[in-house]
């Protein structure tokens, strides 16, 4: 062998580096590695039963860390959808109970949730507010706000709905909850936006570089405008669905699930810079800690260890995340 073709072959990759460079598919080996180990050590584990169960667990993440990883991606944070989870629960029961109707409560909710979004929006993109402090602040806001109104007490859902309920208990094809059916056609429609329309293009280019995107004729405000509004209206879609859930109205609801999304969005290698990740990435991160949990929970681990267990993976993942891409830079 000469020696350019010995140098060739040493420059090459290992197999294993090329696949760890392709995050979505080292991030489904990881799954995989997930899902075998605790079906070996866990009894049941991969039960159908289990399985659909977890799935339905990690809907509120996946539709809410839709919106949350397409902010990352435009440069922007968005920390407040746990406090709307709760806040957007009061309009929808308060009006369910008055009305009977599911459709004015979720209307009601999704108003609600459209006006969070122009809010978080319009201070972050025009007004030039950091997006991390705007929505630090709407996230107290609306907590606070939830806790004076409720007196920290649940409203229930006095009218009962047939339709409410079955977001919560109903499943297709007695299998396969709906809340889960929901959040994988709503992953599969902004998927491909993100990956085939236009608009899609621009928020990568927004968080990719925004004077480059400015140059190249974007709307950079309002591209961000448009993320923080997305971000909303799915945060309220998750808590319409939890509120069917636990069947009311609680002040407690959603209480740190912004850090919950946010965890399984970076795993799922979204980058806190903006303009790179992908959704199909945050929903493997999403389910990898989903089934980590349970797993966990079926080894008798107690919370506090899943907890602790489950920051060092997002650490190690960030670390992992930053290392590459000093690599690509030649850095």
Known sequence: MSFAATASA????????RLFARQELALLVCLILVLAFFSFTVENFFSVRNLTNVLGQASLPLIAGIGC???FISGEVDISIGSLLATIALPLIIVMNDTNSLWLGVSCALLFGLIIGMVNGYLTAYAGINSLIMTLGTMFIMRGGVYLYTGQRAI?????????IALSDGRLFNTIPYSAVIAIVLLAAFAYMMRHRPFGRQIYAVGGNQEVARLAGYDVRRVKFICFIISSLLATVAGIILAARVGSAQH???LNFEFQVVA?????GVSLAGGIGSLTGMALGVLILQFLSNGLRGLGLPTEWQLVITGMIIIAAVAF????????NGG
């Open 321 to 328: 995340d930053e290392a590459k891409r000093r690599r690509a």
């Open 252 to 254: 407690t609801a959603g």
């Open 69 to 71: 990883a397409i902010v």
């Open 264 to 268: 399984a969005t970076v795993l799922g």
């Open 10 to 17: 040493r420059a090459q990759p290992s197999m294993l580096v």
């Open 156 to 164: 229930p859902d006095d009218a009962s709905l047939d339709s409410f």
